[in-house]
Every structure is written in C-alpha cells, then in structure tokens.
C-alpha cells in the first residue's frame, strides 16, 4: 500500500508538475476566529487618522491601538505584536489582498480549509497527500492538532488522505497523543499474522466479488497504525530534543534548569516542535490549530494575548527549520478565515472596541518552501476595508500553494460521481510574484 502511494506521487509528479514545486511539506497555522488584518501585519495610517470618526455609511472608524515598525532589510511594516516574529519578515512573503466570499466562521473556515463553501470536499492536506504520497510508510502522510473534522477530511479521495487528529498537549506520554494504536491485548507477532490474513480475505473478496473501497481503507488503517506503534509514538516525544531547543519553542530563558512548556504559550511552542520533528519524519501536511482570534470587543487586550501566544513558538518554528536546512522544503502558511472591519463593531465604546467580520480584506503569510521572502503582494484600500490591488482570492492562494508544490492545480484532478473534481473547482490563479 505504502508503495502503492509513492508510486502515484511519482506518476501526478511527472504529469501534473508546475514550474515551480520546491516544497515537499506544508505546515499551516490556522488562525481560526479571523485575525485583524489592520492590526497585525497590514498598516493603516489613514484609519488612525480618522479614528472616532463617522465613515463608510455612518460607523464609527476605529484605528488601530498598536505601532507598526519596519522589520528586516526588506523593510516591511509589521505590528509591535509581533517582536519576535517580525526578526523573520525577509524570509516572508505577505499577502495583503486576500478575501474570501461569505464572512460566515462555519463557510469561511470551510472554505479555506476544503476549497468549497457547501459541498463536503476533500481538505487541502488532503489534496497535498493524495499529489505528493507518503514520505513515510510508518507515519500517516497528513496529521492535524487539533480544529474541525471537515478540515481534515478526504471525503471521496482513496481514505489513506484522511488527516489523522492528534490531541497533542505538553506533558503527555507518546503513548497517550496517539490514541488505539497498540493492542493492550495481543503482541505484534500475532498483531502482523492477523493482518496479514485480513489482506489475503480482502484481496480474495476484490477478486472473486467486487472491490470494495471502504473495506481496503479500513484495512489501511489497521496496517497504518501497526507501523504506527513505534516510529509515530517517538515522533512526540520531545523529551529527546534538547533542553536548549525545547526553551526555543517554549520562549523561557535556556539557563532555567527545567523546561516545563506549560501555559498557552508552552502549549503552541511544543505543537510547533511536534510540527517539526513530524516532517523530518517525512509527514507532508501538519496543521497547527490556533483558534481564538473572532476579536468582537476587547479587541486590544484580547488581540494583544493572542499575538503573544503566537509571536515566539513560530518565530522559534521559523529559526529552527532555517538552522536545520527544512526551511528550504517546508512551507509555512499563516493566516485565518477571513479578516475584520475597520470600523468597531456594532459601534461599540472606545474603551472595549472590537472588529466585525469582514470577508473582503484579510492578510495571511507564506515562508519556506521556495516563497520568495521579504516582499508584500497585493494592498487594501486606505482604510484596510476591502482588498483593491493585486486581489487574491482563496482559490488563487490554493493554486499558488499547490504551484510551490509542484502541481499544476488544474490537473490535479480526482474523478468521483461522474466528474474530475480539484481542489480549485474551476477557478484560480497562481501567484507568480510570491514564488522565487
């Protein structure tokens, strides 16, 4: 089976390559709730000057409470949120102009995560699996922490593409993140003889009756978790990392005597260091959820918390990756379902003001991967309202990603119900300027 999916990797590589593909994993943080655009990485003077002010329709604009500095050589201007995270913004490029089609959580997360706003589809970790194969037989090919089932989902591609979820937390024993994989009850001598006669019934029943996709998948799965028992358990356990490398990720200072990783903070930093140690292992889709950021009111406590949470366990991600030579294969992308308004939401007090949805301007960001870093693509309006120039729409960021991993997303196609059905639908264009 294993081999099965390296040689289907080879074929789509050969038929569907794109011009571009330096990436061979992804690593997505979803920012689930729908980050501030025009507090984090997209400045807007203009909306500072008319703060309090009556615009667009009789609300009240609302500037944002944070500093924005120019990082890097690049010079790109990012929020004072992000200290840590801003050292890295020449290796980032940052879209400014993203947008999406309804500012619903539920449509809008779906959309990001499958590429559809109704229809159940497979999820882009998915279509990143069933294109590029297993790098590892041991491992599943597409692992999440955390978030939605739909987010994950593979819907009508062959059930090996089905992201597998990881309730990961600091503290747990391997054993314990990757739940029904070692029989407390027969050793795996006998574990491998019963799956074996599993595949010989199967193949028997393929070849006598019909084939039966469901029956093969399960089987799979068994197959998946028996390799699973070792090489996937020891993939969590980060007490074999360095103390100066878990410190990294958990942001507390290397000369403590010990790294606890506790606290929200901890908790992301060793996510992002399970992230890491699972595409060394050859896993090519990792998804860290990150929920929390639908900033209604409060926004400037509440966002301020939530950048820091943030701010040093992917800064840490970003350091580690370059210092071990993964950065140049491992794509990073960052960014929510969709952005906020420039205005307070419900026209709420100055002294808890917060962010309605907006679903026509939002910003996310890429790096690694063969992304062309240190450059900003596409601007909002001068208030941040709506996306203007250089427009990149959800479809168009599936294709750029896809591109950097060298498909062509028209052609990475999967027939189902009588039609080639792709990530992209029918639309979609790559970002050429983002892709060195």
Known sequence: MGMGSLALASMLNEAHAAPFGRAKHVIHIFAAGGPSHVDTFDPKPELTRVDGKSVRGGAVAFGSPFKFERRGNSGIEVSELFPKLGEHVDDMAIIRSLWTDIPDHGIASRFMNTGSTQLPKPSLGSWVLYGLGSGNKNMPGF?????????????FLPGHCQGVNVNYRPGMRPDEALLNIRSQFTPMDQQRKQLDLANKLNALHS????????????????????????????????????????ALYAGIDPNAPRVRGSGRNGELGMKMLVARRLVERGVRFVQINHGGWDHHNNLETSLRQKCGELDGPV??????????????????????????????????????????????????????????????????????????????????LHATILALLGFDHTKLTFGYNGRDFRLTDNFGNVVKEVIA
């Open 143 to 155: 692992v999440s922490l955390g978030g939605q089932p739909e987010w994950r989902q593979a819907s």
């Open 207 to 246: 070849e006598k009756l019909q084939r039966n996709e469901q029956l093969e998948a399960r089987i799979e799965s068994f197959e998946m978790a028996f390799q699973m028992q070792t090489e996937a358990t020891d993939a969590f356990d980060i007490s074999k990392e360095s103390e100066a490398t878990r």
């Open 315 to 396: 800064a840490a991600l970003l350091t580690d990756l370059k210092q071990r030579g993964l950065l140049n294969d491992t794509l990073i992308l960052w960014g929510g379902e969709f952005g906020r308004t420039v205005t307070r939401d419900r026209n709420g007090n100055v002294g808890n003001a917060g962010r309605d949805h907006n679903g026509k301007a939002a910003c996310c960001w890429m790096a690694g991967g063969g992304v062309k870093g240190g450059i900003v693509h596409g601007s909002t309006d001068d208030l941040g309202a709506e996306s203007v120039e250089d427009k990149v729409h959800v479809h168009d």
